[in-house]
């Protein structure tokens, strides 16, 4: 580490940067590749053949940004996390890193299976250069977070996979990082510990905290990134405002076949009735303006989607509803946050929403009315449902829908 790379830039300091960095898996199938890669590196040489995963790769991580890595997988997105996290370095080219890195890139990967949970935690702060006051001070407030109860004191090789996910984040957090690293963090644990983290990142990010977070869904990296690097098949395809980038990707994969683009709003399941504790979807019509449910429609007719979210908390969830076609096409997405949109409380659990279309602007053919609940940081989707709607007509026009034009002397 260098403290060249802490400069100021403008008004940004720096706290990491690559510059034209690769990465190169050598290949060692064989046991003559083996030993040619073991020899090469006695004579300290870098591999001469293998798997470039990163290519020529620049990039400036600045203090207090929030920064996605997106891209299909075996883009090279988990490399150039684990780069800058120090678990490799580059082949070619230069990485400087000034800062704290928190990387809950596998979570619990490090912890001793023979080894309690509370002795990893011990574990885990030393390696990361806290003395034993400075774990001490942390250590209730890990325990509380992972919330494991008795099993703290047991053997890690004794937890299921779900209390090592909770210690892993629990330890992670805790230490405060300059720069935390996530890769689809949102995903883990059960429905009360990914409220708990969605709401650590959204603390974190507020407090000033620098996050590279990795995901397909393009609804979190929106939601949560200023900014967007995509990387195809190891090389910067695209870098910049996230919502540029986050259209570009959409509209690639949408070229390559419709049904194949990431989803702006994830769908994590359906469900009829509330289960559990989380905020679902209780109510659902799709109707035209005279109240009377519909399953068709006239081209340029009136649409009204309503509904009710419960929530076992009290707190006012979010809506999102999306129009695509019937081969998966998007067409048209929002949401009551986008919107700056409030519930209407019908009733102490209970939060409607209802948002009409007049005209629906939709060419004829068959559509899928599909309406998600979201939690009220509107980052986790956590219920969805789905209606089919005939839109008529024999207009000619071709696309998806119909705009406002005139033919130009």
Known sequence: ???????????????????????????????????????????????????????????????????????????????????????????????????????????????NPEYSGRDNIALACALQGLTREETAARLDGIIAFADIGVHIDQPVKHYSSGMVVRLGFAVATALKPDIMITDEVLAVGDEAFQRKCTRWVEEYLSSGGTLLLCSHVMYHVQKLCTRALWLDHGEVRAFGAASDVVRDYLAYHEAKSPSAAPAVVAQEGKSDEPVGDVYRLTDFAVENLSGDPVESLPFNGALVVHGAIRSPDGRMPHAAVAIVRADGTPVFATSSEVDAHHLMKASDDRYAFRIGFDPLTVLPGHYIIRVHALDPEALRVTDTQERTLVVGGNERYMGLVKLPYSWLD
């Not at 790379?5 to 008004?11: K, L």
């Not at 684990?82 to 890193?97: D, F, R």
């Open 1 to 111: 580490m260098t403290d060249a790379v802490a400069m100021a830039v403008g008004n940004r300091r720096v706290l990491a940067r690559l510059s034209n960095a690769s990465k190169t898996y050598p290949f060692t199938a064989t046991t003559r590749q083996r030993l040619a890669l073991l020899t090469g590196l006695m004579r300290g040489n870098s591999p001469q053949t293998g798997f470039t995963a990163l290519k020529n790769v620049s990039l400036e991580v600045c203090a207090g940004e929030s920064l996605a890595v997106i891209g299909e997988n075996g883009a090279g997105k988990s490399t150039l996390l684990k780069m800058i996290a120090g678990v490799t370095q580059p082949t070619a080219g230069s990485l400087e890193v000034n800062a704290r890195v928190g990387a809950l890139l596998e979570l619990g990967a490090g912890f």
